[in-house]
């Protein structure tokens, strides 16, 4: 069992920040797949990143070169997002599966945060 809680969004102009934090308790974030997903409105939860097995780790192509997924020593999963755009805001996710898996569907993940919203104005 993991237990996930989200901080760190916010409102944020195009091209700014932000960085995304997530809680991770119960067990070592490093011993599970973490992930970040998202949502917009009206729309399905995609996948965002994810990194398992200490080094590895995936990006969807739409954010691959301005967000990096680590975990710290503290067993926090951070998002760090850069040159963000208006399409990235929606409600983001921290995720966890038992299984190191570089599967992107969330339906793999058994864990789930509450969410953080983002906003990026134009």
């Known amino acids: 069992q993991v237990q996930l809680v989200e901080s760190g969004g916010g409102l944020v102009q195009a091209g700014g920040s932000l960085r995304l934090s997530c809680a991770a308790s119960?067990?070592?974030?490093?011993?599970?797949?973490m992930a970040w997903f998202r949502q917009a409105p009206g729309k399905e939860r995609e996948f965002v990143a994810s990194?398992?097995?200490?080094?590895?780790s995936n990006y969807a192509e739409s954010v691959k070169g301005r967000f990096i997924i680590s975990i710290n020593a503290k067993n926090t999963v951070y998002l760090q997002m850069d040159s963000l755009k208006p399409e990235d805001t929606a409600v983001y996710y921290c995720?966890?599966?038992?299984?190191?898996?570089?599967?992107?569907?969330?339906?793999?993940?058994?864990?789930w945060g509450q969410g953080t919203q983002v906003t990026v104005s134009s």
């Open positions: 990194r398992w097995n200490f080094a590895n």
């Open positions: 995720a966890a599966s038992a299984l190191y898996t570089q599967d992107v569907s969330p339906g793999s993940f058994a864990y």
């Open positions: 119960g067990r070592t974030a490093s011993s599970y797949t």
